[in-house]
Nanobody, 124 residues
Framework: QVQLVESGGGLVQAGGSLRLSCAASGRTFDAYVVGWFRQAPGKEREIVAYIGSSTPYYADSVKGRFTISRDNAKNTVWLQMNSLKPEDTAVYSC???????????????????WGQGTQVTVSS
């Protein structure tokens, strides 16, 4: 069982930055793939980025602006978001699953454990 808690959301002007944190419980955190997803009002949940043991993945919409990183000793994954745009406004959630139990990590259905989400609002 893994519990995930996000923090770091808020209100920021366009062009600004935020850093989201995803703190996980459990002693085998390095065995998990962790993804960040977002859901804007009226839209489906979509992948933002995910990180396992190899090269991180980024959605095209955030490449070059967002960076995902992890510290397994701290059981934490971060999402650094720079050059924010109004269209980045959404509820951001982190999710996790054992790396051995999935393949298409850009898909919502690959993840078993979810945090409660944190609101990110970017004003124009």
């Amino acid at each position: 069982q893994v519990q995930l808690v996000e923090s770091g959301g808020g209100l920021v002007q366009a062009g600004g930055s935020l850093r989201l944190s995803c703190a996980a419980s459990g002693r085998t955190f390095d065995a998990y793939v962790v993804g960040w997803f977002r859901q804007a009002p009226g839209k489906e949940r979509e992948i933002v980025a995910y990180i396992g043991s190899s090269t991180p993945y980024y959605a095209d919409s955030v490449k070059g602006r967002f960076t995902i990183s992890r510290d397994n000793a701290k059981n934490t994954v971060w999402l650094q978001m720079n050059s924010l745009k109004p269209e980045d406004t959404a509820v951001y959630s982190c999710a996790a699953n054992l790396a051995t139990r999935g393949t298409g990590w850009y898909r919502v259905r690959e993840y078993v454990y979810w945090g409660q989400g944190t609101q990110v609002t970017v004003s124009s």
